[in-house]
């Protein structure tokens, strides 16, 4: 994120964020890493735990709910449209019964929801509320009273809400009821570019009575409260009628939680170790994949990523929703692992945006195309300070590594053919062509002006990390080229060859930019990401000097993910007691009691930092298990850090197969679950020094001592020995 930036948080992050880490879990909870749950709610509303779906997103007990796609304000104002939430009921004891009641908060990652609950010696009253998961345009929440003792008398629980149909970015209209429900509707006030779209927004919603009572004689009673919008009326009214008819059946909850748990039973990355540890992946994994589509969905239209997720985003919070690296370097390689259609998904958001960065090209006198720093709906650069927007053009370089790893993981040909990912891949070969500067005297090509990751350095010459990533996008335009039977500019070539990659021979590492100097402190990862995520190769003695160099200078201050990069390059190095001390480190962003992340460690900044999770899941996706998506397969290299007994992954997608993955200090096993894709292809697992090749059979494990080696297409031949 850049550092220019202000933002306006709801309370004093600094003052209280903290408390709500200290408060302890609830003693039943406490060894199940999949659901978290408290007594009491944190005092920093920010920490509350969001509910979203691909479509529409809110935090529990917040007045806004944020739509996809549908921003309002004018080229770096623009931001998340506000649209009141009907969700925002809370259960309350009736007076008098405060004293006896139990009240529990829960965020049930297995059912994706959140539970709240109020228990006495004669009743229990429950409120459950959620996004559906199948049902992207429903957000609702369900009341249940129970009768806990003999007796027939009524229980009344009261609905504290306060809705008001008012938003600052739309212009919002009362209409008829429709069946029941209060019709809502209206557009975005200022497009993002003049002459631009206003977004229209329609929503219909079950009124919420003050009261909800058990009658006399009843045993039980639930009550269902829908919250559906569409970006027409009519679409509304079909989403609500899909809706209703689920509710009639008896199965609208039930839907979405079958949904949650067909997608767990398909995507799992847990450990044998701490149980922090296992509650910050299962809880990473659940806010992120809460953000995408239920696997399998038809018709998805993704606008991207923010660092803050759908559920946050309005005006001065977590980036106004904008769209930024965080997406293709952070979030996109677990998504890509675990759910390929939404990784194509948001390339197709890249590929859609393509018109805006072609622009943005033009408009700083480059070719081909420069990707916005800060992206939302037209791809047109909107970052509120230009500096960033014109310097941190790393960005492109993350794009292009995004389409890298999903087509050396898919071989999806028909991306790049037909639906524009060759377009995105060469416009950005001919920007860096157009960037770039020959420097006679020292025969290289020198790219001037940029900020790099690090952005306590601005206007610096050759960073390190840019440069490489420029090389590296090349070189993938020129070999794709070769796939798609497209001409190859010799140009590309050239200068993926003469660019400058800054390395100090007598120090032994990487400076971050021309004219750096050991002891500058910097902001994040930056030289440390070459390696990983960014393939380069190192030697081990310049891969030690460069995380040992930049962990000294790197500022404690800095956002979430840059500690899980460390962790990673010391995996790399086999040094497991330094990673496990960076995993660690990476996780104190965590905030109790529902596990969402803050971007800084004092609690500020961006809440619920997707970013930041996205790091560490490839910390320990990427990291633990050796992983690399490259041309030839997804080579491996485990390695059990201090505490952590065994390491196990459950759907990892290759080529049209879902693997599971498993080891422990001595053995790893592997087994292909299922073939996801018509026509994918026999795989096998090649051992390394070794080179022994074993095949992987359909619903067949194969164990083999810990070694690293490489799960790859079959030969052809081989492969068909292997038909029955």
Known sequence: METGRLQFEEGNPAVTAQPARQRPPMEDAQLDPTLFATHSLPRDPRLLATVTNAYLGTRVYHDTLHVSGVYNGAGGSTHRAVLPSPLNVRLEAPAGTGDQLTETFALDTNTG??????????????????????????LAFKVCIARLAAGSRPIRVLLWSAFSPESPDLDLHLGPDFQGFRYLYGHTLTPEQPGGPQKEVHMMWTPVPPALTLGEGEETRTWDFLTVVGGSQVEAQACLTEALELQARGSLYATHAQAWAQFWTGCSLDVAGPLALRQALRSSLYYLFSALPQPGTSGYVCHGLSPGGLSNGREGECYWGHVFWDQDLWMFPNILMFHPEAARALLEYRVRTLGGALENARALSYQGAKFAWESADSGLEVCPEDIYGAQEIHINGAVVLAFQLYYHATQDLQLFREASGWDVVSAVAKFWCSRVEWNAREKKFHLRGVTPPDEYHTGVNNSVYTNVLVQNSLHFAAALAQDLGQPIPDQWLVVADKIKVPFDPERNFHPEFDGYEPGEEVKQADVVLLGYPVPFPLSPDVRRRNLEIYEAVTSPWGPAMTWSMFAVGWMELKD????????????????????????????????????????????????????RITCTGVTFDPLCLTGISRVCVS????????????????????????????RAPQLEVELWPSQAQLPLLLG???????????????????ALKLQP
Not at 113 to 138: C, D, K, M, N
Not at 590 to 612: H, I, R, Y
Not at 700 to 718: E, L, N, T, Y
């Open 113 to 138: 929801s959140f539970l709240h609950t109020l228990e006495g010696p004669s009743f229990r009253a429950s409120q459950r509320i959620y996004a559906h998961r199948t049902l992207p345009h429903v």
């Open 700 to 718: 067949h494990k194969v164990s083999f001592p810990c070694s690293a080696g490489r799960i790859q297409r079959s030969p052809p031949v081989a």
């Open 651 to 678: 759907g990892i997608f290759y080529q049209g197969n879902r693997l599971n993955f498993t080891f422990c200090k001595d053995s790893v096993t592997v087994e292909v679950t299922a073939q996801a894709w018509p």
């Open 576 to 627: 497991p007691s330094r990673a496990q001390g960076f995993l660690d480190r990476s996780i104190i962003n965590v905030t109790e009691p529902f596990k969402v992340w803050t971007e800084n460690a004092d609690g500020s900044g961006a809440v619920n930092f997707l970013t930041g999770m996205g790091g560490f899941l490839q910390a320990v996706l990427f990291g633990c298990t050796g992983f």
